[in-house]
């Protein structure tokens, strides 16, 4: 029988201590997978795998990690071993919109916005491999947007990263298909998490606002997103690879932030 069961298995999930990869790290722990999570704000991570383990019985573990420097990303999949042994799934999630005008951009926040949206899928897929190689029923999902398939005006470098990272998972299932791992990708809509509903209010944007113009008219909420990525890790879609599903409530549902006239000062 196939089924979203994901028993026995290990994932990790970057971001995961906030909107949707603690949205992902809950609904696969509820679905009987182990769990990492990773992120930079370890008191934060700790908290979220504590409560994730307490409600589901699941080992859920936090390692603290910047998902743009190698040497973390390589000590977050050697934790992950140690811990437990394995790797079966990989959640690329860790990222974030930084808006500029293109003319205004300083070059380091275009190269930052590169390495955290795109560059850090490649160091962790590619520090995972060897694991996964071992897995019987290896997948990675990749958390683009829908910038990267539309564009959004004040994010250049976001866009043209997260239009890459779709690029990058057709390339590696390509790639590593033939050796048993899947890789697919989703094009996140508008979705109220912690990072988002903080970055639309800069915008005068909210919840309300950014649902309305979508056909199934009102915003995403991380276990939209959470949801589809079990599908993509799960039996289900064991002939499904390289591809980007759109989870946005529906073509044309961007929202006004598209045209907005972007820049934002403490977008750190
Ligand atoms: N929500 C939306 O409307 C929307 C739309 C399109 C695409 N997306 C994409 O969906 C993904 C999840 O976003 P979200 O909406 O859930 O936003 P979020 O609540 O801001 O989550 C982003 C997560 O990424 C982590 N992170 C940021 N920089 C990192 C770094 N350098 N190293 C490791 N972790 C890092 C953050 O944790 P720390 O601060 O602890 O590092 C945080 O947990 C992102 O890739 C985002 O671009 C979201």
Redesign the pocket.
């Known amino acids: 029988m196939t089924t979203f069961d994901l028993k026995d298995r290990v994932a990790i999930i970057?971001?995961?201590?906030?909107?949707?990869?603690?949205a992902t790290a809950r609904l696969f722990a509820e679905n009987g997978a182990n769990i990492v999570i990773?992120?930079?704000?370890?008191e934060?991570?700790e908290e979220v795998a504590k409560s994730i383990s307490e409600d589901t019985g699941q080992r859920v573990v936090a390692i603290q990690?910047?998902?743009?420097?190698e040497d973390q990303v390589q000590a977050l999949i050697d934790g992950t071993i140690a811990e437990f042994g394995k790797l079966d799934i990989l959640i690329?999630?860790?990222?974030?919109?930084y808006m500029f005008p293109t003319k205004d951009m300083p070059p380091d926040r275009f190269r930052n916005s590169i390495e955290?949206?795109l560059t850090?899928a490649y160091l962790c897929s590619r520090a995972a491999l060897p694991h996964l190689l071992k897995s019987d029923n290896a997948a990675i999902v990749s958390?683009?947007?829908?910038?990267g398939v539309t564009g959004v005006k004040g994010g250049a470098a976001?866009s043209a990263g997260?239009a890459g990272l779709q690029m990058f998972t057709r390339v590696i299932a390509a790639e590593w298909g033939p050796k048993g791992i899947r890789a697919n990708a989703i094009?996140?809509?508008?979705?109220?998490?912690?990072?988002?509903l903080?970055s639309w209010e800069r915008f005068g944007m909210d919840a309300d606002s950014?649902g309305e113009n979508n056909p199934l008219r009102r915003v995403?909420w991380?276990i939209d997103?959470a949801n589809g990525a079990l599908f993509f890790v799960s039996e289900l879609s064991s002939w499904i690879t390289g591809q980007t599903l759109s989870i946005d409530g529906g073509p044309g549902g961007m929202g006004g932030i598209a045209d907005a006239d972007l820049w934002s000062e403490d977008n750190e």
């Not at 958390?143 to 910038?147: D, L």
């Open positions: 970057t971001g995961g201590g906030t909107g949707i990869g603690k990773a992120g930079r704000q370890l934060r991570l990690t910047d998902v743009r420097d690329n999630n860790a990222g974030g919109a955290l949206n850090s958390m683009s947007s829908g910038a976001y997260k094009a996140v809509g508008a979705v109220a998490s912690e990072g988002a903080r950014m995403g991380p997103i």
